[in-house]
């Protein structure tokens, strides 16, 4: 690769236009930085996405705003991005393993006491444990190493003491980390926990982190943002190299490049292993992102000519230990003037499901909703799914998923800027892991670090285009 | 990027020349099809790898062999290089983790009786499990989803009695994966196990996959291997992108580009994720890349006028539980002309000592050799280290390390081509997963699959150079 000479200079260069990179770049450039966003896709948003069917707004990624998350309802006002509780009046429903719908109020499904009580002290125990973890550094919380040492499905096992208890706990872990419990280190399943305040936080509707949606949905967080930064945003511009030395760095996107002073890396851990380094990242960043997978989930959204469940007293809002659907909301739009269902997919359900063909998973799918919500669930007005394992720049979600040993053994990479490429995205907040929320955090502190850098290492367009970066090997 | 009008047209492209690379390319070769071997390195090998240091070749990678290998004496034998002992006779040592050091005989160190006894039930406990094991498809030996739910280092909590015992077996876990106990899954350290015969064979020397080593070391077998196949290979040339369509593949490395019928990936999974391919690889295939990190490990090798320790009656084999060098080989020429000791510095200790200054790492690692063999250890006439995590095109070893739950919910995709790609590589190798006889069995694997195939799917030098495949999105 030769030394472009037609390459453009800025003070920081962003990879990834998701809430993580546009919340950074917009910090910069509210200090007066010339910043540049290089986005793979052709869309902004990452994790957060919307399409139009059938005349409504489908949201396609994360989607829901809880108490906490502070930051993400600042940016929503300061965006004029309205904010609506999510609907949850009425009955919701759980369907046993054996298949069998319940109809329950409140937050306790309708299942033998003896489970509840079950799942419901393995909880309690999960949330002491929690409150143990320092998120700056899980790693050096008590006991971390014996944490890290066992799967989250060894802890069940030992924990609980009835099969269906087991089962209830496990079916809110797999809709948690969408993965199986056998996939994630204790320590990070606490940690994560931690991270959002408790558990409870985690899997809670009202007071929860599903309490809220946002007018026209998440997405246009991403997109009011992007307007702001009109051309500075380059989309269909996937990076396949970084160099850095002692003045700047060189960022490498097909036959384009772009030079500055640092670049921020916001796109996910496994992701930015994917690009090449020179000089190669140190071995303990590299066997990190060797080390974090994306879990696997396909959100399923069904859109009905209204939300005939209502009027059945029903709030939309299920969860089914028998699958494959195990979780259901109601998503139609503040107005109620359409009626959609989403339903997620996770963790083996939605590895198996995403190798059939589609017509197969739609049947499946919404076969379950018809038998949760009745006849009229089986024959939407339109229906559509995003299976975020076969989207080629983020390879899963809802975050990366620390197997055991990994937080232990690498997560003191997770963080720190390797000299001047500095990292973000929702897995690197210590507060809201792997939501809106975390990436946002994050933006806004890789912007904060780079504007409170003493002066000779802060940006300065004047890196010179002829400047000793090596050239690439390749 | 553009449809380069210049691309050459092959058969097979065969990404990585590694052991398995190069026995793929030999078998296609020798069927009388034309083959073009891509190496990003500017030498062959991989895993492999020799340098002179003092006169003397050292060894920096992979190096021993032992019975049930007979690939890898099959192709010694045919590329004329001889085979000989690694060198045993005498006392071997042992530290203790207290740092006090002792002689013993044979195979069992002299520890207390109650930890050998100890480590002893545990192993016989573990090579129980282990013939269970399907290794052609471990995800559906009995019982595989409670293995895979499971770290190592969960079991041996479980299976050891004293805590001297557990500090033997998981250092030989240590010594073994090259990683921490906690961070794979007892499925694939049984398998893994299995895969070798069982987990004696694993760790012995006489009788066991240490027992012989190569004239000149086991980077001859590439070096020969490669000047067969003369200018078929290319250097230098770490390829970027993948592309295929129904009739054949695009293989584009920089600004060159190659064209084939087919692509054997014969480099690591973690690796072989980080190439961008087109169209995307299924979800499966490439959630297991992201699951499969290499282990860490730090060869130490020290380089003396002679082997002096043999005057001393003893072997150069040495086991220390205290650190951080776990195990020591006497690593001399087979006529003992000179002196050489082989450290192991791996898992933790590996990650440790990786971040520190190079003259703090030799300082730890020749202070230790000093404490086991005598002064004379501690000044060597020559000293170096291998590093494999820092290596930027292998980034770990010995080999991949399979965490809980990979192998169940991914496994299935780690052998299968995925179209006209296939992959070869000691990971995929049901026997001896992770050796040299396991990258040469993979290499001869994907050669016969591509040889089998029907006459209109088999190789043909006539795909077009303005075929249909995809223009790449970047």
Redesign the interface.
């Known amino acids: ?1 030769s030394d472009h000479p037609t390459a453009s200079s800025v003070d920081v260069i962003i990879v990834g236009a998701g809430l993580a990179g546009l919340t950074c770049a917009r910090d910069l450039h509210r200090h007066g930085l010339d910043v540049v966003v290089l986005e793979a896709r052709d869309r902004v948003g990452g994790r957060t996405h919307s399409v139009e069917l059938d005349g409504q707004t489908i949201e396609l990624g994360g989607q829901f705003l809880g108490p906490g998350q502070d930051r993400a309802y600042a940016l929503a006002a300061d965006l004029g991005v309205g904010v609506f509780p999510t609907y949850g009046e009425g009955d919701h429903l759980v369907e046993t393993a054996a298949g069998r719908v319940r109809r329950y109020r409140g937050t306790i499904p309708r299942l033998s006491p003896l489970a509840l009580l079950d799942a419901a002290q393995a909880q309690a125990r999960f949330e002491r444990l929690a409150r143990r973890i320092d998120t700056d550094a899980p790693w050096r919380s008590p006991g971390a ?1 014996a944490l ?4 989250l ?2 802890w069940i ?1 030992r924990t609980t003491r009835t099969r269906a208890g087991r089962r209830l706990f496990t079916m809110a872990c797999q809709a948690v980390w969408s ?5 994630l280190s204790l320590l990070h399943a606490l940690f994560y926990a931690r991270s959002a305040g408790t558990l409870q936080q985690v899997i809670a509707v009202e007071g929860g982190a599903q309490q809220d949606r946002l007018d026209g949905g998440a997405h246009e967080l991403a997109l009011r943002l992007a307007r702001r930064l009109g051309d500075r945003i380059h989309l ?1 511009t ?1 990076v ?1 190299r970084i160099a850095q030395d002692e003045y700047g760095v060189r960022v490498t ?3 384009r490049t772009w030079r500055a002073a640092h670049v921020v890396v916001a796109i996910p851990p ?1 992701m930015s ?2 690009i ?1 380094y020179r000089p ?1 990242l ?3 960043r ?2 990190l992102t ?5 879990g ?1 989930v396909i959100k399923c959204i069904a859109v009905y000519p209204e939300p005939f469940w209502r009027s059945n007293g029903l709030s939309g809002q299920a969860t089914s230990l028998r699958g494959p659907v195990s979780a259901v909301f109601d998503s139609s739009p503040r107005a109620g003037e359409r009626g959609i269902l989403l339903g997620f997919v996770e963790g ?1 359900e939605a ?1 198996f499901l ?2 059939r063909p589609a017509p197969e998973r739609q049947t499946a799918v919404l076969g379950q909703l018809a038998e949760l919500f009745g006849p009229r669930a089986a024959a939407p007005a339109g229906y559509t799914e995003q ?1 975020w ?2 989207e ?1 720049f983020t ?2 979600a809802y975050s990366a998923v620390f ?4 937080w ?3 997560g003191h990479a997770l963080r720190p800027p390797a000299g001047r490429i500095h990292w973000a995205g929702a897995e690197t907040s210590p507060r809201w892991y792997g939501y809106i929320e975390g990436a946002i955090r994050s933006g806004e502190a890789a912007a904060a670090t780079i504007t409170a850098l003493p002066r000779r290492d802060r940006p300065a367009k004047a890196v010179s285009d002829g400047g000793p970066v090596r050239k690439s ?2």
């Open positions: 690769m190493a890290d040492g066992q799967t499905e060894t096992r993965c199986q419990p056998s996939e269909g996937p396949d996107a097909g036959d496994t292993g994917r090449a190669p140190p071995a303990a590299d066997g060797q080390r974090l997978p994306m696997a083996a590895r995403s190798a299976d394992g076969t080629p390879r899963g197997p055991p040993g990994a232990t053994q690498y090997a390749t």
